[in-house]
């Protein structure tokens, strides 16, 4: 889930398909992570969270993997639609109680949905 | 319905000048954020405020400054545009029980594209 250089990784997925997006953090401090999905022209908007202590939470259509052993956070969409087309974000906090909302945010993964 | 807005949505102006984009949310929340969006970056905090009268420096905060008069809004100010600045701008704003923040879910507005010529 991390850009090199000036280019947006990119996932591109036939709808109808399961799309998961990966996303590294290099902080072993964080225990609060937060996936965000952003649409062409707006600002991100919150998809799903999970705290350290857990390994695994699912919303509606989504999951969020945390593993940290490897310090890895993947985000999974089942049966991926058109209208999930949008680059998706994860982001850090160092201190689910102390950071306050300030978030620490990746580079971004750019999904690209074909009908 | 309560809300986050920017303004201006886009503005062109030239190195050197003074230009200030406004943030104004409705939510009565504590803690605001500036942001800048830029291709291979994602997003980079400029500067923060977790109150009237606080303001915090992000990562990114030479050149920019912020001010927070009230709870409502957190107007970003670049005192001396440079082309660097050339960037897209989100505000965030989130709420605060206590010394814990509840979940990670910050509001964005809709962005400022700032390009300075």
């Known amino acids: 889930g991390e850009s090199v250089g000036l280019h947006l990784p990119t996932l591109s997925v036939q709808e109808g398909d399961n799309s998961i997006i990966n996303c590294a953090y290099s902080?072993?401090?964080?225990?609060?992570f937060i996936w965000y999905k952003q649409e062409s022209g707006k600002g991100p908007q919150f998809i799903i969270d999970?705290?350290?202590?857990?390994d695994k939470r699912q919303g509606q259509r989504v999951t969020v993997l945390l593993n940290k052993t490897v310090k890895h956070l993947s985000l999974q969409i089942a049966a991926t639609q058109p209208g999930d087309s949008a680059v998706y974000f994860c982001?850090?906090?160092?201190?689910?109680?102390?950071?306050?909302?300030?978030?620490?945010f990746g580079k971004g993964t750019k999904l690209s949905v074909k009908p | 319905d309560a809300e986050i807005t920017q303004s201006p949505r886009h503005k062109i102006t030239e190195t050197g000048r003074q230009v200030t984009l406004a943030c104004h949310q409705t939510?009565?929340?504590?803690?605001m954020f500036w942001y800048r969006q830029d291709l291979g970056h994602g997003l980079r905090l400029i500067h923060y405020?977790?109150?009237?009268?606080?303001?915090n420096k992000g990562e990114v905060s030479d050149g920019y400054s912020v001010s927070r008069s009230n709870t409502e809004d957190l107007p970003l100010t670049l005192e001396s545009a440079a082309s660097s600045q050339t960037s897209v701008y989100f505000c965030a704003s989130i709420r605060v029980y206590g010394p814990r923040i509840s979940t990670g879910e910050l509001f964005f507005g809709e962005g400022s594209r700032l390009t300075v010529l």
């Open positions: 902080n072993s401090a964080s225990d609060y």
């Open positions: 999970i705290r350290s202590n857990m």
């Open positions: 405020s977790y109150g009237v009268q606080d303001t």
């Open positions: 939510w009565n929340h504590n803690n």
């Open positions: 982001a850090e906090t160092p201190n689910y109680g102390g950071s306050q909302g300030n978030l620490i």
